[in-house]
C-alpha cells in the first residue's frame, strides 16, 4: 500500500517557510520593542550630586538642597504660623513661613495631607505636618508629600528623601555636588 503525500509540495514547503520565517521575525521585532522601553525608562534615571541647587514653587529664588537616601520624605525649615488642632490627623490648613537662611523667605498656606511621627533623642517623638509641594531639582518638577520641619540648626533648609528621589527617578552620587541646573519650566510650577 503506498501512502501519498500529494499535499508536500514544494509550493506547501515555500509557503510553511514563510510563516516561519515571518513567525521568528515577529518575535524578534518584539524582543527587540521589550529591549528599547527598558533602555528608554534607564535613561530617564539621571545622577546627582548629594547637593544640589534646587526651586520650591512659589519661591523666586534658588536654594541649597540635600539630597538623603536614608531620609524617607522630604522635609522643608518651616517656621508654623497657624494651624489646626494638633490632634487632627488630615484636613484643615497650616500656615507656614520656608525660611533658607540666607534671606529667602515665603508664607505658604497648604492643606494637611497627614501628619508624620519623627524619632527624636530629645523625646521619644515629633509629631510634623505634611503637605504637598512642587520642588525643581535636576530640571524636573517633582510633587510631592513635604513634612515640614524646624531645620534653622541643619546646613540645608531642604532635604529632599526617598519619596521624591524615587518619584523623579534620581540616582544619588555621594562624591559630586552641584551637577546639575535646577532650571524648569515655569507653567509646570503652577
Request: hydrophobic share 35%.
Amino acid at each position: 500500500m503506498r501512502i501519498g503525500f500529494a499535499w508536500f509540495t514544494p509550493s506547501t514547503v515555500k509557503k510553511i517557510w514563510v510563516v516561519i520565517s515571518i513567525s521568528l521575525l515577529s518575535g524578534a521585532g518584539c524582543t527587540l520593542q521589550e529591549t528599547k522601553a527598558t533602555d528608554s525608562a534607564q535613561q530617564q534615571t539621571q545622577t546627582v550630586g548629594w547637593i544640589e541647587k534646587g526651586k520650591i514653587a512659589g519661591v523666586e529664588k534658588e536654594v541649597k538642597v540635600k539630597l538623603d537616601t536614608g531620609a524617607t520624605t522630604t522635609s522643608i525649615n518651616a517656621e508654623i504660623l497657624e494651624q489646626p488642632n494638633k490632634e487632627t490627623e488630615s484636613g484643615g490648613m497650616i500656615k507656614f513661613r520656608f525660611s533658607d537662611g540666607d534671606g529667602v523667605k515665603q508664607t505658604f498656606e497648604l492643606p494637611i495631607v497627614r501628619w508624620v511621627r519623627i524619632e527624636s533623642r530629645k523625646a521619644d517623638y515629633i509629631r510634623r505636618p505634611v503637605v504637598r509641594m512642587k520642588i525643581c531639582v535636576a530640571g524636573q518638577w517633582i510633587e510631592e508629600e513635604v513634612n515640614l520641619a524646624d531645620r534653622d540648626d541643619f546646613n540645608y533648609p531642604v532635604l529632599i528623601g526617598r519619596n521624591m528621589l524615587e518619584k523623579a527617578k534620581l540616582v544619588v552620587d555621594s562624591s559630586q555636588t552641584f551637577t546639575k541646573d535646577p532650571s524648569c519650566p515655569t507653567q509646570e510650577a503652577q
